[in-house]
């Protein structure tokens, strides 16, 4: 074993943990490294039950919530400036600062699982070879941390207000970041079997550093970790040649996909969350839970597309479906335009695989109810009560209908309601949340909330 490879060893054992195990020094240096203004979220999380959201003030603050939440569950900060005075888990339209950004590194394996100390030692060489090249290349060294499963490359940059006017540019913009580094280290990734996670939407959380990693079901050879830095010191990095970069997408001076190529191919669907019953507060809406199978429709360059939502098994329809769904319905929706559906029938479900045959016995319905792309532009930053009424501009002819909804009265009201007109149950949804996308996969989100008949409803403490 070569002294690179002791060494990479010895940071993965490092990491290693017992139930009480939280290293507050660098829980400490991770809180510096926000540079928050005003106040920070920490969300705690844990499978099977709903999210915690506690707001904190300072860092002996921070640290009290942090310690005592790592015990049972994982604990993560909004990484983004918030506006200060929030009383619910921060979106999109919340940030109103970016001063950090996160390459999150990520051995490639089954979801939910820990890694083995090979595939952590490799994503970590990956990081290695990503620093040294923005040291190389007239950037400052990015800090680095064990995320537990991972490593995250945390990049400081001057702090840039973000207001409604530039929101989706900036988004955008780190969005194009993590994309051009996947292109640059492809090899190196592929080589090390390594994947860059998602970390561009604005409100994204990341690991407290400092806290233990305890998802999934632990092995022997998959232990729980701590997430630790591995420089115990945080220098003060700011890069205002990276931040301008990033800005005019031109690190490298290397091309970046245009929002045109990306609209010629499908995106990830947003997926809901199971509602566990905690309270809801703010604007909802209810629709009913079509029981069809998830469709995405694109309109571009005189052409109707269709789309399943499993993409990783390549599901284009395009060919099967463009018999029973005409192009001329889509006749009044602009180009560049992607829908987010439910396909069904006049029969009900079970006559779905009708359609594909080349003499359908049923007739389809379409329900359309979110549009992510318009004109070639991403509104997925819209807020959700804008989309709807950009749905109802958009003219759709049959068999393509739009989903009914209305403000949400009562849980339970509504989802007997929705039952006893033959639905398989409701899905709510919070009126000013964004749509999120996912680079590899779909992005579940707490925004979106299916319930169907049977489901026990309770309130956690935490959300009294």
Same mark, same amino acid.
Request: proline letters at 5%.
């Given at each position: 074993?070569t002294?690179?490879?002791?060494?990479?060893l010895?940071?993965?054992?490092?990491g290693?943990?017992t139930?009480e195990?939280?290293?507050?020094?660098?829980?400490?240096l991770?809180?510096?490294?926000?540079?928050h203004?005003?106040?920070?979220?920490?969300?705690?999380?844990?499978s099977?039950y709903?999210?915690v959201?506690?707001?904190?003030k300072s860092?002996?603050?921070f640290i009290?919530?942090a310690?005592?939440?790592?015990?049972?569950?994982n604990v993560?900060a909004?990484?983004?400036?918030?506006?200060?005075?929030?009383?619910r888990?921060?979106?999109?339209?919340?940030?109103?600062?970016?001063?950090?950004?996160?390459?999150d590194i990520?051995?490639?394996?089954?979801?939910?699982t820990?890694?083995?100390?090979e595939?952590l030692l490799?994503a970590i060489?990956?990081?290695?070879?990503?620093?040294?090249?923005?040291?190389k290349h007239?950037?400052k %060294?990015p800090?680095t941390?064990?995320?537990g499963?991972? =490593?995250h490359l945390?990049?400081?940059?001057?702090?840039?207000?973000?207001?409604?006017e530039n929101?989706?540019?900036i988004?955008?913009?780190?969005e194009?970041?993590?994309s051009?580094?996947?292109?640059?280290? %492809?090899?190196?990734?592929d080589?090390?079997?390594?994947r860059v996670?998602?970390?561009y939407?604005?409100?994204r959380?990341?690991?407290?550093?400092?806290?233990?990693s305890?998802k999934?079901?632990?092995s022997?050879?998959?232990?729980?970790r !701590?997430?630790y830095?591995?420089?115990?010191?945080?220098?003060?990095?700011?890069?205002?040649i990276?931040?301008?970069a990033i800005?005019?997408?031109?690190?490298k001076?290397?091309?970046?996909?245009t929002?045109v190529?990306k609209?010629?191919?499908?995106?990830?669907? !947003?997926?809901?969350?199971?509602?566990?019953?905690e309270?809801?507060?703010?604007?909802w809406?209810?629709?009913?839970?079509?029981?069809?199978w998830?469709?995405?429709?694109?309109k571009?360059?005189?052409?109707a597309?269709?789309?399943?939502r499993?993409l990783?098994?390549?599901?284009d329809w395009?060919?099967k479906?463009?018999?029973?769904?005409?192009?001329?319905s889509?006749e009044d929706v602009?180009?560049?335009?992607?829908?987010?559906?439910?396909?069904?029938?006049?029969?009900g @479900? @079970?006559?779905?695989?009708?359609?594909?045959?080349?003499?359908p016995?049923?007739?389809p319905? =379409?329900?359309?109810?979110?549009?992510?792309?318009?004109?070639?532009?991403f509104?997925?930053?819209?807020p959700l009560?804008?989309?709807?009424?950009?749905?109802e501009?958009?003219?759709?002819?049959e068999?393509? @209908?739009?989903l009914?909804? %209305?403000?949400?009265?009562?849980?339970?009201?509504?989802? %007997?309601?929705? =039952?006893?007109?033959?639905?398989?149950?409701i899905v709510?949804?919070?009126?000013q949340s964004?749509?999120?996308?996912? @680079?590899?996969?779909?992005?579940?989100t707490?925004?979106?909330?299916?319930?169907?008949?049977?489901?026990v409803?309770w309130?956690?403490?935490?959300?009294?």
């Amino acid at each position: 074993m070569t002294q690179s490879q002791c060494f990479l060893l010895l940071l993965a054992d490092r990491g290693k943990v017992t139930l009480e195990d939280f290293h507050e020094h660098h829980a400490r240096l991770f809180y510096r490294l926000l540079k928050h203004k005003n106040e920070t979220e920490i969300r705690a999380l844990r499978s099977g039950y709903p999210p915690v959201v506690r707001v904190v003030k300072s860092e002996e603050e921070f640290i009290e919530v942090a310690k005592k939440f790592n015990k049972e569950r994982n604990v993560y900060a909004v990484l983004r400036e918030r506006k200060p005075g929030l009383k619910r888990a921060a979106r999109a339209e919340d940030i109103i600062g970016l001063n950090i950004i996160v390459i999150d590194i990520d051995p490639v394996k089954e979801k939910e699982t820990p890694s083995t100390d090979e595939e952590l030692l490799k994503a970590i060489e990956v990081s290695k070879l990503i620093g040294q090249w923005f040291r190389k290349h007239g950037f400052k %060294k990015p800090v680095t941390a064990i995320s537990g499963n991972g =490593v995250h490359l945390y990049f400081s940059v001057p702090y840039v207000e973000i207001n409604d006017e530039n929101r989706f540019e900036i988004q955008e913009a780190i969005e194009f970041f993590e994309s051009e580094i996947r292109e640059m280290f %492809k090899y190196e990734l592929d080589l090390h079997n390594c994947r860059v996670d998602n970390m561009y939407d604005l409100p994204r959380i990341g690991k407290i550093i400092g806290s233990r990693s305890f998802k999934g079901e632990e092995s022997l050879n998959k232990p729980f970790r !701590m997430s630790y830095f591995i420089n115990e010191r945080i220098p003060n990095r700011e890069d205002p040649i990276l931040l301008k970069a990033i800005l005019e997408k031109n690190l490298k001076d290397a091309h970046f996909h245009t929002i045109v190529k990306k609209i010629l191919s499908p995106v990830w669907l !947003m997926q809901p969350n199971p509602y566990f019953g905690e309270k809801i507060e703010g604007d909802w809406i209810v629709e009913p839970k079509i029981d069809g199978w998830r469709l995405e429709v694109i309109k571009d360059k005189g052409k109707a597309l269709f789309y399943g939502r499993r993409l990783e098994k390549c599901p284009d329809w395009t060919d099967k479906l463009s018999n029973v769904l005409p192009k001329s319905s889509l006749e009044d929706v602009p180009e560049g335009t992607i829908l987010d559906c439910e396909l069904y029938t006049s029969e009900g @479900r @079970r006559f779905i695989p009708s359609l594909f045959a080349k003499k359908p016995n049923t007739q389809p319905i =379409v329900y359309v109810f979110d549009v992510i792309y318009l004109k070639g532009k991403f509104i997925g930053s819209l807020p959700l009560k804008e989309r709807k009424r950009v749905l109802e501009g958009l003219n759709l002819k049959e068999p393509f @209908r739009i989903l009914e909804f %209305k403000m949400l009265s009562d849980v339970e009201s509504d989802l %007997k309601k929705a =039952v006893a007109k033959g639905h398989e149950g409701i899905v709510i949804k919070e009126f000013q949340s964004s749509y999120v996308l996912g @680079r590899d996969s779909p992005m579940a989100t707490a925004f979106w909330r299916k319930i169907k008949p049977g489901r026990v409803l309770w309130q956690s403490e935490d959300s009294r």
